[in-house]
Every structure is written in structure tokens, then in C-alpha cells.
């Protein structure tokens, strides 16, 4: 039989797993762990990242969004150019390839939330759509990490 101790640690575990692993299908686009960063009071842009896998035989195209944390969400660049790193919208958006895995991640492709609302604090969470040409637009929720963090925390979820 097991523990009352061992069983609520369980329970604790599997709840956490679901709490932090989002995930979430449109058509045949498979995206995963929506994340952004916490920002300092009066900022006005945040960054937010995800994966996306087109597991279909054509080409999608990610090409914006809206959230109730912002103004307006961009699709976004980050790229070094003779030295210096650069950023430029992508006004056709972003296209998301046949049969392969499209990262937004820091100091890469990302999602730009412009004109701010209000600030982002760690550890909540921050309703969003996502935009795509063919998938149409598909409701996801952003965790918010750390000011300074590189990934989501626990990492990037595998599947």
C-alpha cells in the first residue's frame, strides 16, 4: 500500500508535469511550451517563444497574433549582420515547412509583443492566438520565466 507522503508527492509531480508541459495541435501543426520572459515596470515589448512542427505535406506560415497583455504581435527576426545584431519584422510572417520543426527562441526568430499593457511577472501565465495562414487562429497561453532566461524552465519538452 502506499504512503499518504508518497502518494501526495506523486500527485505533486504529475500535476507539476502538466501545469508546465503545453502543448497544443491545429491541424497539422503541433506547438510547443508557449513561453515568455518577465519584464521590468514600464517596459514596452516582450519576446515570446515556441516551437512549431508542421507535421503535414505543405507549407503554413505563422503570421502574427493578438494577446490581452498587448497592443500588437509581430513576427519577429533576430540575426548578426557584419558583427552587429540585427531586428526586423517579418511582415508575410514566418513559414513553417513541411515535415519539419521551426524554433522561435531568443536571439532568433520570435514573437514581438508590442505596447505593453501592463508588466509580466514570473510565474503567470498570459493568454494569447496564434495566427497561421492555413491553421487559422489557435488560442495558447504563454508561462512567463525569469527576466534572463534562455529556455523555458525545466528545459525544452521533448515528445
Given at each position: ?47 515570446g517563444?515556441l ?5 503535414g ?7 502574427g497574433?493578438?494577446?490581452e497583455?498587448a ?45 505593453l499593457?501592463?508588466q ?10 496564434l ?8 488560442p ?6 525569469s ?5 523555458p524552465?525545466?528545459?525544452?519538452h521533448k515528445?
Amino acid at each position: 500500500m502506499i504512503s499518504r507522503l508518497a502518494f501526495t508527492a506523486i500527485a505533486a509531480l504529475a500535476l507539476a508535469g502538466t501545469v508546465r508541459a503545453h502543448d497544443y495541435t491545429a491541424g497539422t501543426l503541433k506547438i510547443d511550451h508557449p513561453w515568455t520572459r518577465a519584464t521590468p515596470a514600464g517596459a514596452k515589448v516582450a519576446g515570446g517563444y515556441l516551437a512549431v512542427t508542421n507535421t503535414g505535406a505543405s507549407a503554413d506560415r505563422l503570421l502574427g497574433g493578438s494577446s490581452e497583455i498587448a497592443g500588437k504581435v509581430e513576427i519577429h527576426e533576430m540575426a548578426m549582420s557584419n558583427g552587429v545584431m540585427t531586428m526586423r519584422g517579418l511582415p508575410d510572417g514566418l513559414e513553417l515547412k513541411p515535415g519539419a520543426k521551426t524554433e522561435l527562441k531568443p536571439g532568433s526568430y520570435h514573437i514581438m509583443f508590442m505596447d505593453l499593457k501592463r508588466q509580466l511577472k514570473e510565474g503567470e501565465t498570459i493568454k494569447g492566438t496564434l495566427t497561421f495562414e492555413k491553421a487559422g487562429q489557435v488560442p495558447v497561453e504563454f508561462n512567463v520565466e525569469s527576466v534572463g532566461a534562455r529556455a523555458p524552465a525545466g528545459g525544452h519538452h521533448k515528445h
